[in-house]
Protein backbone atom coordinates (compact mmCIF):
# COMPACT_ATOMS: atom_id res chain seq x y z
CA UNK A 1 0.00 0.00 0.00
CA UNK A 2 2.95 2.34 1.12
CA UNK A 3 4.29 1.41 -2.87
CA UNK A 4 1.15 2.50 -4.40
CA UNK A 5 1.17 5.72 -2.44
CA UNK A 6 4.86 6.62 -3.15
CA UNK A 7 4.25 6.22 -6.71
CA UNK A 8 0.97 8.18 -6.39
CA UNK A 9 2.72 11.07 -4.78
CA UNK A 10 5.59 10.97 -7.18
CA UNK A 11 2.90 11.30 -10.08
CA UNK A 12 1.33 14.33 -8.42
CA UNK A 13 4.59 16.36 -8.07
CA UNK A 14 5.34 14.85 -11.91
CA UNK A 15 2.39 17.07 -13.17
CA UNK A 16 2.74 19.87 -11.08
CA UNK A 17 6.27 19.94 -12.19
CA UNK A 18 5.41 19.55 -15.74
CA UNK A 19 3.13 22.63 -15.27
CA UNK A 20 6.31 24.34 -13.69
CA UNK A 21 8.49 23.63 -16.59
CA UNK A 22 5.37 25.09 -19.18
CA UNK A 23 4.26 28.05 -17.06
CA UNK A 24 7.76 28.75 -15.18
CA UNK A 25 5.89 29.35 -11.90
CA UNK A 26 5.93 27.33 -8.98
CA UNK A 27 2.79 29.67 -8.21
CA UNK A 28 1.43 29.28 -10.94
CA UNK A 29 1.72 25.64 -11.25
CA UNK A 30 0.15 25.12 -7.82
CA UNK A 31 -2.83 26.78 -8.85
CA UNK A 32 -2.46 24.75 -12.49
CA UNK A 33 -2.56 21.61 -10.26
CA UNK A 34 -5.57 22.61 -8.08
CA UNK A 35 -7.53 23.56 -11.42
CA UNK A 36 -6.59 20.03 -12.51
CA UNK A 37 -7.86 18.56 -9.47
CA UNK A 38 -10.96 20.10 -9.20
CA UNK A 39 -11.69 19.52 -12.55
CA UNK A 40 -11.37 16.14 -12.28
CA UNK A 41 -13.55 15.89 -9.22
CA UNK A 42 -15.99 18.39 -10.53
CA UNK A 43 -18.63 15.63 -11.24
CA UNK A 44 -18.81 14.27 -7.20
CA UNK A 45 -18.44 17.83 -6.20
CA UNK A 46 -21.44 18.69 -8.09
CA UNK A 47 -23.58 15.32 -6.87
CA UNK A 48 -22.33 16.41 -3.01
CA UNK A 49 -23.33 19.78 -3.10
CA UNK A 50 -26.89 19.30 -5.17
CA UNK A 51 -27.44 16.66 -2.11
CA UNK A 52 -26.64 19.02 0.36
CA UNK A 53 -28.61 21.77 -1.03
CA UNK A 54 -31.86 19.58 -1.26
CA UNK A 55 -31.33 18.23 2.19
CA UNK A 56 -31.13 21.89 3.00
CA UNK A 57 -34.42 23.07 1.62
CA UNK A 58 -36.08 20.10 3.46
CA UNK A 59 -34.81 20.90 6.86
CA UNK A 60 -37.98 23.30 7.69
CA UNK A 61 -40.14 20.53 6.81
CA UNK A 62 -37.90 17.75 8.68
CA UNK A 63 -38.29 20.04 11.66
CA UNK A 64 -41.75 19.88 11.83
CA UNK A 65 -42.02 16.17 11.71
CA UNK A 66 -39.32 16.12 14.64
CA UNK A 67 -41.65 18.01 16.64
CA UNK A 68 -44.75 16.10 15.28
CA UNK A 69 -43.63 12.73 16.18
CA UNK A 70 -40.84 13.75 19.41
CA UNK A 71 -42.90 10.66 21.00
CA UNK A 72 -42.81 8.39 18.50
CA UNK A 73 -39.15 7.42 17.11
CA UNK A 74 -40.43 4.38 14.57
CA UNK A 75 -43.46 6.55 12.78
CA UNK A 76 -40.81 9.54 12.35
CA UNK A 77 -38.36 7.28 11.03
CA UNK A 78 -41.50 6.23 8.57
CA UNK A 79 -42.73 9.77 7.38
CA UNK A 80 -39.14 11.34 7.09
CA UNK A 81 -37.82 8.02 4.43
CA UNK A 82 -41.34 8.94 3.22
CA UNK A 83 -40.56 12.37 2.69
CA UNK A 84 -37.09 11.83 1.16
CA UNK A 85 -38.64 9.38 -1.29
CA UNK A 86 -41.28 12.04 -2.17
CA UNK A 87 -38.60 14.73 -2.88
CA UNK A 88 -36.02 12.18 -4.66
CA UNK A 89 -33.28 12.73 -1.82
CA UNK A 90 -31.15 10.64 -0.79
CA UNK A 91 -28.93 11.60 2.74
CA UNK A 92 -25.92 9.48 1.80
CA UNK A 93 -25.56 10.94 -1.72
CA UNK A 94 -23.28 13.32 0.23
CA UNK A 95 -21.15 11.48 2.14
CA UNK A 96 -20.05 8.74 -0.72
CA UNK A 97 -18.44 11.48 -3.11
CA UNK A 98 -16.54 12.78 -0.09
CA UNK A 99 -15.22 9.72 1.23
CA UNK A 100 -13.93 9.30 -2.62
CA UNK A 101 -12.11 12.66 -3.01
CA UNK A 102 -10.53 12.64 0.60
CA UNK A 103 -7.74 10.04 -0.50
CA UNK A 104 -6.74 12.37 -3.15
CA UNK A 105 -7.20 15.64 -1.25
CA UNK A 106 -4.67 13.52 1.55
CA UNK A 107 -2.05 13.13 -1.64
CA UNK A 108 -2.19 16.39 -2.86
CA UNK A 109 -1.85 18.15 0.57
CA UNK A 110 1.26 15.33 1.29
CA UNK A 111 2.89 16.51 -2.24
CA UNK A 112 2.39 20.38 -1.17
CA UNK A 113 3.98 20.10 2.34
CA UNK A 114 7.14 18.44 1.26
CA UNK A 115 7.75 19.96 -2.01
CA UNK A 116 10.75 22.03 -2.51
CA UNK A 117 10.32 24.98 -4.20
CA UNK A 118 13.93 26.56 -4.08
CA UNK A 119 12.90 29.48 -2.05
CA UNK A 120 10.19 30.79 -4.56
CA UNK A 121 7.58 33.63 -3.88
CA UNK A 122 4.60 34.48 -5.52
CA UNK A 123 2.83 37.55 -5.47
CA UNK A 124 5.57 38.11 -2.99
CA UNK A 125 4.00 34.76 -0.68
CA UNK A 126 7.08 33.33 -0.09
CA UNK A 127 5.85 29.01 -1.12
CA UNK A 128 7.78 27.10 1.46
CA UNK A 129 7.35 29.58 4.80
CA UNK A 130 4.44 30.16 6.97
CA UNK A 131 2.91 32.81 8.20
CA UNK A 132 4.79 32.20 11.82
CA UNK A 133 7.95 31.33 10.17
CA UNK A 134 8.07 34.86 7.97
CA UNK A 135 6.82 36.61 10.64
CA UNK A 136 10.32 35.01 12.86
CA UNK A 137 12.18 36.23 9.98
CA UNK A 138 10.78 39.39 10.18
CA UNK A 139 11.17 39.57 14.25
CA UNK A 140 14.80 38.47 13.47
CA UNK A 141 14.19 34.95 15.36
CA UNK A 142 16.96 32.30 14.99
CA UNK A 143 15.58 29.19 14.09
CA UNK A 144 16.88 25.26 13.42
CA UNK A 145 16.52 24.68 9.92
CA UNK A 146 13.20 21.97 9.70
CA UNK A 147 12.50 23.30 13.10
CA UNK A 148 8.91 25.12 12.99
CA UNK A 149 7.82 28.09 14.74
CA UNK A 150 5.38 27.91 17.58
CA UNK A 151 2.72 30.60 18.07
CA UNK A 152 3.76 31.32 21.13
CA UNK A 153 7.85 31.69 20.42
CA UNK A 154 6.73 34.47 18.00
CA UNK A 155 4.17 36.17 20.37
CA UNK A 156 7.74 36.64 22.70
CA UNK A 157 9.54 37.54 19.68
CA UNK A 158 6.67 40.28 19.07
CA UNK A 159 7.34 41.60 22.80
CA UNK A 160 10.94 41.41 22.56
CA UNK A 161 11.46 43.14 19.07
CA UNK A 162 7.83 44.85 18.01
CA UNK A 163 10.03 46.66 15.52
CA UNK A 164 10.35 43.91 13.63
CA UNK A 165 6.65 43.92 12.86
CA UNK A 166 7.66 46.99 10.33
CA UNK A 167 9.05 44.57 7.46
CA UNK A 168 5.72 43.90 7.04
CA UNK A 169 6.87 42.65 2.92
CA UNK A 170 8.09 39.58 5.17
CA UNK A 171 5.69 38.00 6.33
CA UNK A 172 2.74 40.48 4.56
CA UNK A 173 1.88 38.45 1.74
CA UNK A 174 1.19 35.47 3.41
CA UNK A 175 -0.43 36.71 6.29
CA UNK A 176 -2.60 38.60 3.21
CA UNK A 177 -3.31 35.11 1.97
CA UNK A 178 -4.56 33.67 5.45
CA UNK A 179 -6.92 36.23 6.05
CA UNK A 180 -8.53 35.73 2.67
CA UNK A 181 -8.73 31.89 3.62
CA UNK A 182 -10.36 32.75 6.61
CA UNK A 183 -12.62 35.34 4.77
CA UNK A 184 -13.93 32.82 1.85
CA UNK A 185 -14.65 29.73 4.41
CA UNK A 186 -16.56 32.19 6.43
CA UNK A 187 -18.65 32.80 3.46
CA UNK A 188 -18.07 29.71 2.37
CA UNK A 189 -19.94 28.28 5.82
CA UNK A 190 -22.39 31.08 5.84
CA UNK A 191 -23.96 29.17 2.72
CA UNK A 192 -23.73 26.08 3.86
CA UNK A 193 -25.62 26.60 7.22
CA UNK A 194 -28.21 29.58 5.40
CA UNK A 195 -31.70 28.56 6.77
CA UNK A 196 -30.33 26.26 9.94
CA UNK A 197 -29.95 28.29 13.15
CA UNK A 198 -28.15 25.52 14.32
CA UNK A 199 -25.24 25.79 12.03
CA UNK A 200 -25.16 29.03 12.51
CA UNK A 201 -22.14 28.76 15.89
CA UNK A 202 -19.95 26.85 12.65
CA UNK A 203 -19.78 30.57 10.86
CA UNK A 204 -17.73 31.33 13.27
CA UNK A 205 -15.83 28.23 14.44
CA UNK A 206 -14.91 27.07 11.22
CA UNK A 207 -12.67 30.25 10.19
CA UNK A 208 -11.20 30.62 13.30
CA UNK A 209 -10.05 26.98 13.00
CA UNK A 210 -9.27 26.86 9.47
CA UNK A 211 -7.24 30.17 10.55
CA UNK A 212 -5.42 28.79 13.47
CA UNK A 213 -4.43 25.70 10.95
CA UNK A 214 -3.02 27.58 8.01
CA UNK A 215 -1.00 29.70 10.51
CA UNK A 216 2.05 27.14 10.40
CA UNK A 217 1.01 25.64 7.00
CA UNK A 218 3.78 26.91 3.93
CA UNK A 219 2.57 29.27 1.86
CA UNK A 220 2.47 26.68 -1.04
CA UNK A 221 -0.42 24.80 0.59
CA UNK A 222 -2.20 28.35 1.81
CA UNK A 223 -2.22 28.79 -1.82
CA UNK A 224 -3.49 25.65 -3.05
CA UNK A 225 -6.40 25.52 -0.34
CA UNK A 226 -7.49 29.46 -0.89
CA UNK A 227 -7.69 28.81 -4.58
CA UNK A 228 -9.16 25.53 -3.89
CA UNK A 229 -12.04 27.09 -1.54
CA UNK A 230 -12.41 29.68 -3.80
CA UNK A 231 -13.65 27.15 -6.63
CA UNK A 232 -15.48 25.82 -4.43
CA UNK A 233 -17.36 28.77 -3.26
CA UNK A 234 -18.12 29.95 -7.28
CA UNK A 235 -19.18 26.07 -7.43
CA UNK A 236 -21.79 26.02 -4.24
CA UNK A 237 -23.19 29.83 -5.27
CA UNK A 238 -24.32 27.92 -9.09
CA UNK A 239 -25.58 24.82 -7.76
CA UNK A 240 -27.60 27.10 -5.02
CA UNK A 241 -28.62 29.26 -7.52
CA UNK A 242 -29.39 26.15 -9.87
CA UNK A 243 -31.64 24.22 -7.16
CA UNK A 244 -33.86 27.67 -5.74
CA UNK A 245 -34.73 27.70 -9.17
CA UNK A 246 -36.36 24.28 -9.31
CA UNK A 247 -39.42 23.14 -8.22
CA UNK A 248 -39.98 23.55 -4.55
CA UNK A 249 -39.83 20.77 -2.20
CA UNK A 250 -42.70 18.79 -1.59
CA UNK A 251 -44.13 18.90 2.38
CA UNK A 252 -45.38 15.42 2.54
CA UNK A 253 -48.66 14.91 4.02
CA UNK A 254 -49.16 18.62 4.25
CA UNK A 255 -51.84 20.68 4.02
CA UNK A 256 -54.23 18.35 2.20
CA UNK A 257 -55.87 19.86 -0.83
CA UNK A 258 -59.47 19.61 0.46
CA UNK A 259 -62.62 18.68 -1.55
CA UNK A 260 -63.36 20.62 -4.91
CA UNK A 261 -60.30 22.49 -4.87
CA UNK A 262 -57.64 22.69 -7.52
Given at each position: ???????????????????????????????????????????????????????????????????????????????????????????????????????????????????????????????????????????????????????????KGIAANPGGLAS???????????????????????????????????????????????????????????????????????????????????????????????
Amino acid sequence: MSVLWEAASNAMYGLMSAIHGFVGSWGLAIIGLTLLVRLALHPLNHKQLVSMQKMQKLQPRLKMLQEKYKDDKEALSRETMALYKENKVNPAAGCLPLLVQLPILILLFRVLMNSDFGGASFLGVTLEGSVLSTMASALGMVTEEGVQVGFTAVLKGIAANPGGLASVGVYGPNLLLLGLIIFVTWYQQKMTSSGNPQMAMMNYFMPLFMGFICLSLPGGVMLYWGMSSFIGVAQQWWVVRKVSTEEKPTLYKENPLKKGEL
